[in-house]
């Protein structure tokens, strides 16, 4: 059976090949909250354990998103966002 390329490389590789310079490995503590904020440039969170919950509070109809295992959430540039981490914590690879 083929494999897909993706297959082939490690999280911070796959990262690494949509563009990102800046590449690193982040783990939180379960239920960690991070208050609203936002970032200069564009980052992309690749989550390998655990899960996140992220909202955009500045949306005008605000909702959260829950992302798993395997899920990859780009946060534009300058946009304002905030994440709680789930029960089981979180890792995820960063790009920005």
């Known amino acids: 059976m083929p494999h897909t390329h993706n297959e082939k490389l490690d999280p911070e590789a796959e990262v690494r090949s949509w563009g990102f310079n800046v590449v690193y490995t982040w783990s939180d503590s379960p239920n960690y909250h991070y208050k609203p904020h936002s970032h200069r440039g564009l980052t992309t969170h690749l989550i390998t354990k655990g899960s996140l919950t992220i909202s955009y509070p500045e949306d005008r109809n605000?909702?959260?998103?829950?992302?798993?295992?395997?899920?990859?959430?780009?946060?534009?540039a300058g946009r304002t966002h905030e994440v709680w981490i789930g029960t089981e914590g979180c890792t995820y690879v960063i790009g920005e």
């Open 62 to 76: 605000p909702t959260k998103e829950t992302h798993g295992i395997g899920a990859r959430v780009d946060v534009p």
